[in-house]
């Protein structure tokens, strides 16, 4: 009978093993259907927007365009022919005075419906403009080219002409301010907790907080750069030092965390060894405990700031999500980041701005990815084992 019992209890805790195990495969399997569509639609609809539609035009160099760019084309391609580029030509005409006066064949960027007609893909472009556009291409003065504009412009109320050169820049320059305000000082901060610091019920209070600083929402920390960075210092609203100096807030307790973490791992044999050849705390830590923990404080590091380059909530707070056309050239310029760039383009109406928002995902993903492989190598490259 007790050899029954045991055999049933021994087949139920089979059956789980069983349960359980099937119940990871398909948690899996779903994570990664989820994982693979995701980066299927990003990938399916990010790619189209490196292509851009370009018509051949003759193009009127002269005193008429100069005054009314509508002019440089004939009245039959003007709403086929981005507006956009058309302001362009009295600016290029006035850079380039021997050309006024000519006239020439040439490539110009199509509008953003002409663009999504020729991807097959919804557009408000009439049918009389359909049709031009399928005679243009019988006569092969349509074309697909590559669409430099997304890698060389900034925003534009025009998606045609719309490029993440601005926020890409933008994001560069906040991550800077980032990481040269939150490095030193956290990694600073983790030294003298872990080394140098009493423990006493001062520390734990400041060791509680900072693990409880790690955990609130990101949000709160654009508030507080709001408070601090701006109404009370003063810093240009919509900078990159405004944006940087947040994120480096919400930095440092990750910073301070993984540092100390580091620290930890270091023998404290190494540091007896050090002591026992005459050596001071500060030399002990400065020769010997920081040299061994750089590879574990680096990688926590990047992880941080690639953490700081995906936010988008704080950075809204400091007012960077204002329309920004043209390259920011330094820190008090206004600016904004990528993760803001794509929040832009996904609530704009135009269809067009769809391909370019899941074209801009795919950059940052890439440079994410980046970073975080960069510090996973840097781990490997350099882990020491005890």
Same mark, same amino acid.
């Given at each position: 009978?007790?050899?029954?019992?045991?055999?049933?209890?021994?087949?139920?805790?089979?059956?789980?093993?069983? +349960? *359980? %195990?099937?119940? $990871?495969? $398909?948690?899996?399997?779903?994570?990664?259907?989820?994982?693979?569509?995701?980066?299927?639609?990003?990938?399916?609809?990010?790619?189209?927007?490196?292509?851009?539609?370009?018509?051949?035009?003759?193009?009127?160099?002269?005193?008429? #365009?100069?005054?009314?760019?509508?002019?440089?084309?004939?009245?039959?391609?003007?709403?086929?022919?981005?507006?956009?580029?058309?302001?362009?030509?009295?600016?290029?005409?006035?850079?380039?005075?021997?050309?006024?006066?000519?006239? %020439?064949?040439?490539?110009?960027?199509?509008?953003?419906?002409?663009?999504?007609?020729?991807?097959?893909?919804?557009?408000? !472009?009439?049918?009389?403009?359909? %049709?031009?556009?399928?005679?243009?291409?019988? =006569?092969?003065?349509?074309?697909?080219?590559?669409?430099?504009?997304?890698?060389?412009?900034?925003?534009? %109320? @025009?998606? =045609?002409?719309?490029?993440?050169?601005?926020? +890409?820049?933008? #994001?560069?320059?906040?991550?800077?301010?980032?990481?040269?305000?939150? !490095?030193?000082?956290?990694?600073?901060?983790?030294?003298?907790?872990?080394?140098?610091?009493?423990?006493?019920?001062?520390?734990?209070?400041?060791?509680?907080?900072?693990?409880? +600083?790690?955990?609130?929402?990101?949000? +709160?920390?654009?508030? !507080?750069?709001?408070?601090?960075?701006?109404?009370?210092?003063?810093?240009?609203?919509?900078?990159?030092?405004?944006?940087? !100096?947040?994120?480096? /807030?919400?930095?440092?307790?990750?910073?301070?965390?993984?540092?100390?973490?580091?620290?930890?791992?270091?023998?404290?044999?190494?540091?007896?060894?050090?002591?026992?050849?005459?050596?001071?705390?500060?030399?002990?830590?400065?020769?010997?405990?920081?040299? /061994?923990?750089?590879?574990?404080?680096?990688?926590?590091?990047?992880?941080?700031?690639?953490?700081?380059?995906? =936010?988008?909530?704080?950075?809204?707070?400091?007012? @960077?999500?204002?329309?920004?056309?043209?390259?920011?050239?330094?820190?008090?310029?206004?600016?904004?980041?990528?993760?803001?760039?794509?929040?832009?383009?996904?609530?704009?109406?135009?269809?067009?701005?769809?391909?370019?928002?899941?074209?801009?995902?795919?950059?940052?993903?890439?440079?994410?990815?980046?970073?975080?492989?960069?510090?996973?190598?840097?781990?490997?490259? *350099?882990?020491?084992?005890?």
């Amino acid at each position: 009978m007790n050899n029954q019992a045991s055999q049933q209890r021994l087949n139920r805790r089979y059956r789980f093993e069983k +349960l *359980f %195990k099937a119940s $990871a495969i $398909a948690a899996l399997t779903l994570a990664a259907s989820f994982l693979i569509f995701f980066f299927y639609t990003m990938i399916s609809q990010g790619f189209s927007a490196l292509s851009q539609t370009e018509i051949l035009v003759e193009v009127h160099y002269n005193e008429a #365009s100069q005054k009314s760019y509508k002019k440089a084309v004939d009245k039959s391609y003007r709403k086929i022919v981005s507006r956009g580029w058309l302001r362009t030509l009295p600016l290029y005409m006035e850079d380039h005075p021997e050309i006024v006066g000519t006239s %020439k064949m040439q490539w110009v960027t199509a509008t953003g419906d002409v663009d999504q007609y020729m991807k097959g893909k919804p557009n408000r !472009l009439k049918s009389k403009y359909k %049709k031009q556009i399928d005679q243009l291409q019988s =006569e092969g003065k349509v074309k697909l080219a590559f669409n430099v504009n997304f890698f060389t412009n900034g925003d534009s %109320k @025009m998606p =045609e002409l719309a490029g993440i050169k601005s926020a +890409l820049v933008g #994001s560069i320059l906040v991550l800077l301010v980032t990481m040269f305000v939150a !490095l030193p000082i956290g990694v600073m901060t983790a030294v003298y907790l872990e080394e140098f610091a009493p423990d006493n019920r001062i520390t734990q209070v400041i060791e509680v907080n900072i693990n409880n +600083l790690a955990a609130i929402p990101s949000i +709160l920390f654009g508030l !507080l750069g709001l408070a601090i960075f701006i109404n009370f210092f003063g810093v240009p609203r919509s900078s990159a030092i405004a944006g940087g !100096l947040t994120l480096a /807030l919400m930095t440092l307790p990750i910073v301070i965390i993984t540092t100390r973490a580091a620290l930890r791992a270091v023998p404290h044999t190494i540091r007896e060894a050090a002591y026992g050849l005459g050596a001071s705390r500060w030399q002990t830590v400065w020769h010997h405990v920081l040299p /061994l923990a750089f590879p574990g404080i680096l990688t926590g590091s990047i992880i941080g700031l690639a953490q700081a380059m995906g =936010e988008t909530a704080p950075l809204l707070i400091v007012g @960077m999500m204002a329309y920004i056309p043209d390259t920011p050239t330094g820190f008090t310029e206004a600016a904004t980041v990528l993760p803001a760039q794509i929040f832009t383009w996904a609530g704009e109406s135009i269809r067009a701005y769809e391909e370019r928002t899941a074209a801009a995902i795919l950059v940052l993903l890439s440079i994410l990815l980046s970073m975080n492989s960069f510090a996973v190598w840097l781990r490997k490259r *350099f882990e020491v084992r005890w």
